[in-house]
């Protein structure tokens, strides 16, 4: 059974440090991977997904196949990064499968 | 930019009340999907929906839960007989297509049931 772990429902770190939310899947075959952000009273929106290997905000994240991981980093922390984020996997069929999320604050 | 819209915002229900929740997906998204996010826990894939037809659920879509797309434009789920742990943060997604195509989400509508 497909399954993504995100191991911190808090993180909070200074702005300017880097950031780094962690996310494990389990899945056997090739997975599709997402990062949704969502920001205070709005709705849950694509942030990245690995097949696009882009950056966004200034966020990366790399799929590691060995360690089934999709961590999603950015350098420097800003203010307006603070959100609730969800790492997705989607299994080449039409669902996707959530993380419990990672709440992440970013002091000033 | 288009967006997903969904009705109502808010609806509090009593328990085995029917209830019927709105999508108006994007115009030229072929393919619909419901999810539900119970208060503290993850978001669920409830059903997706292609071509007039269920193309996938999940154990919790059960006899309870239908899915229609009345006209071009709305796709509705409909809670027949509501139960107080159907209360949850419900989301409408929709996609131009599948698998690797990014999902749209609604701003979601939060159920309680009484």
């Known amino acids: 059974a497909q399954r993504v772990t995100q191991p911190e429902k808090l993180l909070s770190v200074f702005k300017g440090a880097p950031v780094e939310l962690k996310c494990n899947y389990s899945?056997?075959?090739?997975?599709?991977l997402f990062w949704y952000v969502q920001y205070s009273r709005q709705r849950l929106q694509l942030l990245l997904r690995h097949i696009s290997r882009e950056s966004i905000k200034g966020f990366t994240a790399d799929l590691n196949k060995g360690e089934t991981s999709f961590h999603l980093k950015k350098p420097f922390a800003q203010e307006e990064d603070s959100a609730m984020y969800y790492c997705a996997l989607s299994q080449g069929a039409q669902k996707l499968v959530f993380g419990q999320g990672t709440r992440l604050t970013i002091n000033p | 930019e288009p967006e997903v819209t969904q009705t109502p915002s808010h609806q509090v229900t009593q328990m085995g009340q029917e209830v019927i929740l709105r999508c108006v997906p994007i115009s030229n998204h072929l393919y619909f999907y419901w999810y539900r996010q119970i208060l503290g826990q993850k978001v669920e894939f409830l059903v997706s929906?292609?071509?007039?037809?269920?193309?996938?659920k999940s154990e919790i879509f059960d006899d309870q839960f239908s899915v229609e797309r009345p006209d071009g434009s709305n796709f509705t789920l409909k809670i027949r007989s509501t139960k107080l742990e159907d209360s949850a943060m419900y989301f409408c997604a929709s996609s131009e297509d599948t698998g690797t195509e990014t999902q749209y989400f609604g701003p979601g509508t939060r159920l309680l049931v009484l």
């Open positions: 899945y056997s075959g090739s997975p599709e």
């Open positions: 929906f292609y071509n007039n037809e269920i193309s996938e």
